[in-house]
Each structure stands twice: as C-alpha cells, then as structure tokens.
C-alpha cells in the first residue's frame, strides 16, 4: 500500500490555513482487515466513496477517521427534505464594507471544500431531494469541477478535494439515490461490529468499567444481531452507538435501566421492545 502512505505524507505536508479545527479524530475500528486498507485506496484515487449501513455503525467515525488519517479538514453537509443549493454552495448577502452597502457571496461547504482541499462528507444522502443533487455530479466525476450558479465562478477542484458520503438504505424519509449519483461513488458495506473487534470497542471506550458489565453489553450485543439477522428485530436494535450510551449510563445505574433508556424506548414497535428486554434479562444475571 506504498501508494496509499506516500498520498497521505504528501496531502500532510499542505497547509489548511485555519481549517485544522476541522480535522476530525481518528479511533474508527474495521469489522475485517481489508476494508480500512480498502477505502483509503478510494480515497488516494480521488473517487467519491458511499458508506453503506446501518444507523450507529460508525459511519460519520470512519470518515471522521479518514479525514484524521489524512490530517485534512472536513466539511459536513447533514442532508435533510429542506437541502437547497443555498445550504451546499452558499449564499448571497448585503454587507457593509467602509460604509457602503454590497452584496457579497458566503461560501458553503461544497464550495469551501472544492476550493481548499477539504473532505466533504454527506450524512444520509438519500434523505435529499432527488432533484437537489445533481448540481454536483460534475464535482464528482472526472471533471472536478462545477459552475456555481449565484455567481457565475466556474470552480476547478483543489487535487486533495475528497468527498465521502454516508446512506442509511431503507429508513422512513429516505428514498432510492438517483442511479446518475450513486454512479458517481465507489460503495462500502459498513456493518456492525462484533467478536474481538466490538471487544476492543468497549475496552477502549470504558478501560474502568466494571467486566462483568462489559461482558453484559457484549453477550447482549451479540444477541440483539442475531435477532436483527432472522428478522426479529430491527437494525435500530443493535445499533453499536446506542449500546455505548447504555454501556455509559449503566455505570451510573442498573444495567437494564440504561439498555431500556439507551435503546428499548426508542424503538417503535411494542413487540420489539418487550422482545428486547426479554433478551436484556436473559443475560442480566
């Protein structure tokens, strides 16, 4: 992976003016050893990379990871119904300048990031609209580069521009990725973790927590994917954030509060929650 380390060494030795703040932590662990290896190769390539998977897998830590890997700042759009082109590219506004009034354009992260060399990352893509998207399928493609609309500017993607976006596939208010978009990435399977990975997880996340509590969490964690995999359960159940925050509370209260607070309430279907505690007492001993 020589060309992987020489891109990272070369992209580290840039200046990021004021944007290191925007440097995201590393700390993202892979469910197999290829996959880590994988993306990054995407990412020298300059190809868009889509993360697949479910919510609280570790999708916005696996980009916040790369972005720290690379020492390169991220800017971060949260994609929702009301996305405008407004929120992506920017937006004009009236200053005043040495006592006179002019109309100046405020750059948004889509610019900002084309411009400096940033990461953008996209969280929930598919909760756009499908007509609010396209306005970037040429900074996504070979040509790296786009017109903006409000000012005329055609704006040539700095060589480290990066873009990295997440998708929850077949959650209430999302829909299908316009096929012309979802062309435009290379598409990871981001799973859940579990066995000696979700092991190490916990073990760096809670170093003096209780074992006892630690293996209660796991069991159950374990537990909860077998449910998720026969159907039983669903995704939101075995989602690895909330077992963190459980894992968190419970060191502040009895275990199957936290779970229940943590996870079972915010599951919508009553069948669902009842199962989950059923399976949260089998393993409260």
């Not at 997440?166 to 208010?173: L, V």
């Not at 299908?176 to 996340?205: C, H, S, V």
Request: hydrophobic share 40%.
């Amino acid at each position: 992976m020589h060309f992987i380390e020489q891109d990272i060494q070369n992209r580290t030795a840039r200046e990021h003016g004021d944007y290191k703040k925007l440097i995201g932590e590393g700390g993202y662990i892979a469910p197999d050893e290829n996959l880590w290896q994988d993306i990054l190769s995407a990412v020298v390539l300059r190809k868009p990379v889509l993360l697949k998977g479910p919510t609280g897998a570790g999708k916005t830590k696996l980009a916040e990871s790369i972005s720290a890997a690379f020492k390169q700042p991220m800017q971060s759009i949260n994609c929702s119904v009301d996305l405008d082109a407004e929120a992506l590219l920017g937006f004009k506004t009236l200053v005043q300048r040495e006592g006179e009034s002019r109309i100046e354009f405020v750059e948004g992260p889509v610019v900002t990031a084309m411009k400096q060399g940033h990461f953008l990352y996209i969280d929930e893509i598919n909760m756009a609209k499908p007509e609010t998207l396209p306005i970037l399928h040429s900074a996504l493609d070979h040509r790296r580069m786009m017109t903006n609309p409000f000012t005329g500017e055609v704006i040539e993607a700095h060589p480290d521009f990066g873009v990295i976006a997440a998708i929850n596939e077949g959650y209430i208010g999302t829909a299908p990725m316009n096929e012309a978009l979802k062309n435009r990435f290379i598409a990871y399977p981001i799973p859940y973790l579990t066995g000696e990975q979700l092991q190490q997880l916990w073990n760096r996340e809670f170093p003096e927590a209780d074992q006892a509590l630690k293996s209660f969490m796991l069991e159950l964690a374990a537990d909860l994917m077998k449910q998720v995999q026969n159907g039983l359960l669903s995704e939101e159940a075995a989602s690895i954030r909330s077992l963190l925050d459980a894992t968190a509370l419970a060191q502040h209260m009895d275990p199957l509060r936290a779970v229940k607070y943590a996870i079972a309430e915010k599951l919508e279907d009553d069948s669902e929650r009842d199962l989950f505690m059923d399976l949260a007492n089998t393993w409260k001993k």
